[in-house]
């Protein structure tokens, strides 16, 4: 059974930091891409970054690049999201997904949710002003 578990999440003051880890389980873990998205009240799901597992190509959405990082410790099977110089409208459930392909990640396609066929639960980051 594929299981993702995200965690990390929590209260951060604007211009803080946080890094969220996603743990994989019930598949081999080079063999799939891994998504960050993030859901805020009232909003779509949007994609926030991709990571090929195969051969370590990421993607970024554009207000994503250079405050947010991701990164995988694929001895442990877990994809990593470090996030800093967080805004107030960071604020979001963030979830972490998988799809088939473990070198999928390279363009706008990445972040389209209709590409990814499992899902965790989600963690909460909040922002405060």
């Known amino acids: 059974e594929v299981q993702l578990v995200e965690s990390g999440g929590g209260l951060v003051q604007a211009g803080g930091s946080l890094r969220l880890s996603c743990a994989a389980s019930g598949f081999t873990f080079d063999d799939y891409s891994i998504g960050w998205f993030r859901q805020a009240p009232g909003k779509e799901r949007e994609g926030v970054s991709c990571f090929s597992t195969s051969d370590g190509r990421t993607y970024y959405a554009n207000s994503m690049k250079g405050r947010f990082t991701i990164s995988s410790d694929n001895a442990k099977n877990t994809v990593y999201l470090q996030m800093d110089s967080l805004k107030p409208e960071d604020t979001a459930v963030y979830y972490c997904?998988?799809?088939?392909?473990?070198?999928?990640?390279?363009?706008?396609?990445?972040?389209?949710?209709?590409?990814?066929?499992?899902w965790g639960q989600g963690t909460q980051v909040t922002v405060s002003s």
């Open positions: 997904a998988a799809r088939q392909g473990g070198n999928y990640c390279g363009g706008y396609y990445s972040l389209r949710t209709n590409r990814y066929d499992y």
